[in-house]
């Protein structure tokens, strides 16, 4: 789970929205601001709201582009006074500055799950230069003395206070890094563009040297080490914000345990409780629950640089989670009864161990709080479990609510107590045959619809389910609350099935208008976090209008004119700093414009285009000059423009060249697959044979990234992880090879292309999604010229029913959640879009397609 979209699901029910929009009851509500906020401009300053910020600035202030910059740290309950001290500092002195304008901002930037990178960060102000910056930040530590904020990992502490410093951009200026994502930039010593490092980590750039009055404070920094644990730090399981969790030994006994760290005033829960707080109540739940064999025993507890660490014994086996790779039958392509069988056996005793678990720590008295497949560890000889992860643990008589939870187990927020682990126990019931129980977040009433589909693919006994149905629905009036003979199924639940084609599309395209939200600025159509995450995002191919309105046409759906007025008018001047790129940016924009018959404002957007450093774009389709290079051409052909045709070349030498010195990830949108693409679309039109053996060459790159995986079938390497979807994995250099294979003969690719598609074949994909979903997989299969079995219309059909216990309703119309699962989306890489595309595409004697990738020939 990417914990980051969590922060999206407050300020919209059905959709991922900016935290910043969070709506507030009459002023005084969750997005309430701070009374500091509303205070009237002063004659010769400014003020801008942008996101989480609201920035004020004198109209003659003169800021350098780049600096030491000074940031102030807060918790919750000191955050006000600090904020109008802060203020009443810089205003008389005429000093920019930017702050978090509510308390529910403050919250989420400093939650468990936030950005670390970002934590802690509540006041940004702006010296003039160094000396300014060494004045400013002592008579703000002045100022702020006592007070106190959560250290903020980024930057260098000022003392023992709330003050912090970091070198950094001061104004808003993009490049891109290695990987080919568009960051905020700073000028090296050479004046180029590099990435302004923002990690969770203090550093300083290469090119800079520190003022000499920062030296006591990078002494006292690097004065703190781990030297004085009496445990030895062996490696990092993984980081919150509030902290990690290490695997370590006892220095004299040679013990492994595990060190769980906190950070204080940081990775605050729902309650607001930060990390010291929540580690303290792990340890006095696991204390309590001392002697039982389904929890770990407390061995030590520290402090250390004021971070607070909690030994506890260290606990052999694998997490629950794991074991869905490992052993569910559902990822292969054609699962016997007999796997099915003996998983559903499993899975039962699984839970029944779970189940025991749970009743003991009740029996003590004691809330769980937390249970999910990541906080369950099985024994290696899968006989015994134990439960992990105590800190959200609470008595019973507390009666409180669930404050920390994974979205696939959280309960409704009326439950209390015991009750909080009984809904999660209902939810693993579900989670143990389809792991796609945070759909309940979005709506409860999916759990009768997922009950159906495991009782009509496993033989596990209706009541098992029928018993989770009633836990999860109690309380909602549903009719499948307590009644195991209650009517459920696919039929009961979506207005149409995806595979009834062309009712389908209509409900879809009924769900994607209904969405709308014309009066927006930054978005018309709801979709992924991407939307937020770069300026013009809402107009994006990948994530915004553009690839809804394409996906809306090529599908043959009713267009929608005020979505695509709305995309004229933002384009005529898009925001700075938006994308050049294909999916993220400009090019996208300008290619569905001219599919669209806006010609002439699609060559407008591309000349906005070339007059940006273009040439300095990453190699990829996603971001870089494959993408700019296909559109390029592409409105080369369609207008005979000479010059769009020679910028399409040089996006091809740039990309070629880039390739050769390789890539650090593969596949169709990021890797050395997309820029094939645009080598043999250039070839198509050229005939040169250089531009084919470029593009064999970058799909052989990407093909050595790859491994084989589940059921013999060819998967993107990831080291942790393989991927087979269309996007980032390896389904996507499958597409690719079949158009190269269409144009020239090559053994090893078409061994190839036919372990690819074995990737695409699979019962079971976690997300409904074009680009990681089972809806690529459809795409593909209907696509492709492999031969065997599995392609064509019986493996679309396969895919088109998984896509079925994925879809959800909106307005009472077929719709799809987008990434993670916890909103729906109506984008095209991630949502209701991309599905509608994708089963247009698969659909017979039909020319819809991804763009640059026509249908092909089927032999």
């Known amino acids: 789970m990417n914990k980051g979209y969590a922060v999206f699901c407050d300020a919209d029910r059905h959709f991922y929205d900016a935290p910043h929009r969070l709506p507030s009851a009459g002023g005084a509500g969750h997005g309430a601001l701070y009374e500091a906020a509303h205070r009237p401009v002063p004659e010769g300053w400014q003020r801008h709201r942008a996101g989480d910020w609201l920035a004020w600035r004198p109209l003659d202030a003169q800021l350098p582009p780049q600096g030491w910059k000074i940031h102030v740290s807060a918790v919750l309950d000191n955050a006000e006074s600090i904020l109008e001290r802060v203020m009443d500092y810089c205003v008389p002195r005429g000093i920019a500055f930017k702050f978090v304008p509510s308390r529910y901002l403050l919250h989420t930037r400093n939650a468990k799950y936030a950005d670390r990178a970002a934590s802690g960060k509540f006041i940004t102000v702006y010296p003039a230069d160094d000396t300014r910056c060494r004045v400013v930040a002592e008579e703000l530590s002045a100022l702020l003395a006592g007070e106190v904020g959560p250290y903020i990992l980024s930057d260098l502490r000022w003392g023992d206070g709330p003050v912090h410093l970091r070198y950094g951009g001061f104004t808003e200026r993009g490049c891109y890094d290695a990987e ?129 660490f909690l030994v506890l014994e260290f606990i052999e086996g694998k997490p629950l989670n794991s074991f869905f790779a490992r052993r569910h039958p559902l990822i292969d392509t054609d699962p016997d009864p007999r796997a099915l069988a003996e998983y559903t056996e499993w899975a039962l005793r699984i839970h029944r161990l779970v189940e025991e678990a749970v009743e003991a720590v009740h029996a003590r008295g004691v809330v769980f709080n937390d249970l999910h497949l990541f906080n369950i560890m099985v024994a290696e000889d899968e006989s015994s479990v134990v439960l ?164 809306l046409a090529e599908s043959g759906a009713e267009r929608c004119v005020p979505a695509e007025e709305w995309l004229l008018q933002k384009v005529k001047e898009p925001a700075s700093g938006t994308p050049l790129g294909f999916y993220d940016g400009l090019a996208g924009v300008a290619w569905s414009l001219h599919r669209l018959g806006h010609t002439q404002p699609a060559l407008e957007t591309v000349d906005l285009i070339l007059d940006q450093p273009w040439r300095e774009l990453p190699p990829d389709l996603h971001s870089g000059t494959a993408g700019l290079g296909l559109v390029l051409g592409g409105l080369a052909a369609d207008t005979g423009d000479p010059a769009l045709y020679e910028a399409a070349l040089r996006c091809a030498e740039l990309a070629a060249t880039a390739v050769a010195g390789g890539l650090p990830r593969a596949g169709l949108l990021h890797g050395a697959t997309g820029v094939a693409l645009l080598l043999i679309r250039l070839y198509e039109r050229t005939g040169q044979d250089g531009l084919l053996d470029l593009a064999a060459d970058a799909l052989r790159r990407d093909l050595a990234r790859c491994k084989p995986s589940v059921g013999g079938s060819l998967q993107v390497d990831e080291g942790r992880r393989t991927m087979p979807y269309v996007g980032e994995g390896s389904v996507g250099i499958g597409m690719v090879l079949d158009d190269y294979l269409a144009h020239r003969p090559d053994d090893d690719f078409e061994q190839a292309r036919g372990q690819i598609v074995r990737a695409a074949q699979s019962h079971f994909y976690a997300q409904p999604g074009l680009f990681r979903g089972a809806a690529g997989m459809a795409l593909h299969l209907g696509r492709t010229t492999a031969p065997g079995p599995g392609t064509g219309t019986a493996g679309v059909q396969r895919q088109l029913t998984t896509l079925g216990w994925h879809a959800m309703t909106y307005r009472g119309q077929l719709a799809f959640p987008g990434e993670q699962m916890m909103r729906l989306s109506m984008d095209l890489s991630t949502g209701t879009a991309g599905v509608l595309l994708a089963l247009a595409a698969a659909s017979p004697d039909s020319t819809a397609h991804l763009p640059f990738l026509p249908p092909l020939r089927r032999p």
């Open 180 to 308: 080919g994502h568009l960051r905020p930039a700073v000028e090296d010593a050479t004046g180029k563009l590099v990435p302004d490092q923002r990690g969770p980590s203090f550093r300083i750039p290469d090119w800079v040297t520190p003022p000499a009055f920062l030296r006591p404070h990078l002494d006292a920094r690097n004065a703190t080490t781990v030297t004085g644990l009496p445990y030895t730090v062996e490696r990092a399981l993984h980081f919150s914000n509030g902290g990690g969790v290490y695997i370590g030994r006892h220095n004299e006994t040679g013990e492994k345990v595990v060190l769980k760290e906190a950070r204080p005033y940081a990775g605050l829960a729902a309650d607001g409780a930060d990390a010291v707080t929540r580690l303290e109540r792990e340890q006095d739940a696991l204390e309590r629950l001392s002697g039982l064999p389904y929890t770990p025993e407390v061995r030590d507890s520290l402090t250390l640089g004021g971070h607070r």
């Open 388 to 551: 992990l992860d105590f800190e959200a643990a609470a008595h019973v008589d507390d009666n409180s609510r669930q404050t920390v939870a994974h979205p696939a187990f959280v309960a409704p927020a009326d439950r209390r107590g015991f009750d909080v682990d009984r809904y999660a126990l209902a939810c693993l019931r579900l989670a143990l045959f389809l792991p796609l129980t945070s759909l309940l977040i979005i709506d409860r009433a999916k759990a009768r619809h997922l009950a159906e589909v495991a009782a009509e693919r496993f033989p596990v006994d209706r009541a098992f389910l029928d018993a989770a149905v009633a836990e999860i629905l109690r309380d909602t009036g549903d009719p499948a609350a307590g009644n195991a003979n209650s009517p459920s199924g696919t039929d009961d639940f979506l207005p149409v099935r995806p595979a009834d084609w062309p009712r389908s599309r209509d409900s879809m395209a009924r769900a994607i208008l209904a969405s709308a939200t014309p009066d927006r600025e930054d978005r018309f159509f709801p979709g992924d976090i991407a939307q937020f995450a770069t300026p013009g995002g809402g107009m994006s191919f990948g994530y915004g209008t553009a690839g809804v309105l394409y996906a």
